[in-house]
């Protein structure tokens, strides 16, 4: 079954604590991000991929890290250096292409609640 | 500094009738648009999209209008049914940095 998985979809973290959420894709894509909706503030961008071993930052990176070590994997680490991580993150993906604009595809989420 | 932006938080329109979704932007590198639907605790799904070559790209009952020496781009959903009921986000992309940013969303409520 093609498509984004984010797992898990809910997530209890005590402050202090690192957590990792997990983003797996098997649409081949070479594109990734990691956005994160609060309330009114629609989705923002925190960090993204385009290509294996390298990511950039995106509009409020800090507090967060990410790898790509694969091309099927995006995982991003919610470290207790980010103030206020109580949030809903989203995963999305996107086809890397010279020739045409492609739109990104979403997970279904995962919703992180600090304790 | 916000570079994709929705002013209207929300939206109301009857059953039948256009809804109008607006969405302005201040990078002039942006040059492929994309506007999304999101029901609470799901990802959003992908609508209809435009390309900064054209002024109009329509796909069933949904048309997005590009004004490029404005800035603005809106959708307009004709004709409205309760199911298209959601939060509605621009977004845009350009250049070749990769990224995606969207905007703060408007909430849609069509009545029956």
């Known amino acids: 079954d093609g498509g984004i998985t984010q797992s898990p979809k809910y997530l209890f973290r005590k402050e202090g604590q690192n957590v990792t959420l997990s983003c797996e894709q098997n649409?081949?894509?070479?594109?990734m991000y990691w956005y994160r909706q609060d309330p009114g503030q629609g989705l923002r961008l925190i960090y993204y991929?385009?290509?294996?071993?390298?990511?950039q930052k995106g509009d409020i990176a800090e507090g967060y890290s990410v790898s790509r070590e694969k091309k099927e994997s995006f995982p991003l680490t919610v470290t207790s250096a980010q103030k206020n991580p109580t949030a809903f993150y989203l995963c999305?993906?996107?086809?890397?292409?010279?020739?045409?604009?492609?739109?990104?595809?979403f997970g279904q989420g995962t919703r992180l609640t600090v304790v | 500094d916000q570079q994709v932006k929705q002013n209207s938080p929300s939206l109301s329109v009857q059953e039948g009738r256009i809804s109008i979704l607006n969405c302005d932007y201040t990078?002039?590198?942006?040059?492929?648009f994309l506007w999304y639907k999101k029901y609470p605790a799901e990802g959003p799904t992908f609508l209809i999209s435009?390309?900064?070559?054209?002024d109009k790209n329509e796909d069933g009952r949904f048309t997005v209008f590009l004004n490029k020496s404005a800035k603005h781009l809106s959708l307009h959903i004709v004709p409205s049914q309760p199911g298209d009921s959601a939060v509605y986000f621009c977004?845009?992309?350009?250049?070749?940095?990769?990224?995606?940013?969207f905007g703060q969303g408007t909430t849609l409520q069509v009545k029956p």
């Open positions: 999305a993906t996107r086809k890397v292409s010279s020739f045409m604009n492609t739109e990104a595809f």
């Open positions: 649409l081949n894509h070479d594109a």
């Open positions: 991929s385009q290509i294996v071993n390298d990511f």
């Open positions: 990078n002039s590198m942006f040059d492929y």
């Open positions: 435009i390309s900064s070559i054209k």
């Open positions: 977004a845009a992309s350009g250049g070749n940095t990769g990224k995606l940013i």
